[in-house]
């Protein structure tokens, strides 16, 4: 008797000159109180860099009585791969029986590691003549999870337009996760 459910057993017997006892039943009734088992396919916890593709292992789910209930899973919780964060995906099952798995845990953290680029509008290196006006070009900045973070370029340098010299123009960002760019220089010849 491997299946929950309440079974009568009938028990009959008569002596040598086939007079018959009274039958006696007796009620067998089995239970299954047994939860089943969630194993986690892959590791409890996963570190991803952000906007890299994440796909879940899943897991998988083996009761006592109702075998492999892997298909019967739950699962909660969403990775948003492009923002930085801690997310809980969470697995859940129950058997037939309704006899409740302890729920298991996967932690997936996404991180920021890559740094924003600059990219120098017009010339790296300028030329003007003594007195001309000099208005700077400028950069873009982008970050692969920031996306466009031109309005957070620090530039630092000063171009006397009215002394000859060479003058550098230097160009610094950070992601909001703390990763910096490459500075970028420009160089001003008056």
């Known amino acids: 008797v491997n299946k929950p459910?309440?079974?009568t057993v009938t028990y009959n017997v008569s002596d040598q000159s086939g007079n018959h006892a009274d039958a006696v039943l007796r009620?067998?009734?089995?239970?299954?109180?047994?939860a089943p088992v969630i194993t986690l396919k892959g590791e409890q916890s996963?570190?991803?860099?952000?906007?890299?593709?994440?796909e879940d292992a899943g897991a998988t789910a083996h009761d006592n009585v109702d075998g492999d209930i892997s298909k019967s899973i739950e699962t909660t919780?969403?990775?948003?791969?492009?923002?930085?964060?801690?997310?809980?995906?969470?697995?859940?099952?129950?058997?037939q029986s309704g006899n409740?798995?302890?729920?298991?845990?996967?932690t997936v953290t996404v991180v920021d590691k890559v740094a924003p680029v600059i990219t120098l509008k017009g010339e790296q290196s300028v030329t003007i003549n003594a007195g001309e006006n000099y208005e700077d070009a400028g950069a873009t900045a982008h970050d692969a999870v920031d996306g466009d973070i031109?309005?957070?370029?620090k530039t630092t340098g000063t171009v006397d337009v009215n002394k000859p010299g060479t003058y550098t123009v230097t160009y610094n960002v950070s992601d909001q996760s703390g990763n910096h760019a490459d500075a970028v220089l420009r160089t001003v010849t008056v």
């Open 5 to 7: 459910g309440t079974y």
């Open 100 to 106: 409740h798995a302890d729920a298991v845990l996967r």
């Open 77 to 95: 919780g969403a990775v948003d791969a492009n923002r930085p964060g801690t997310y809980t995906v969470t697995y859940n099952v129950s058997d």
């Open 150 to 153: 031109s309005k957070s370029i």
């Open 46 to 54: 996963v570190t991803i860099n952000a906007g890299e593709n994440y």
């Open 27 to 34: 009620t067998v009734t089995v239970l299954d109180k047994v």
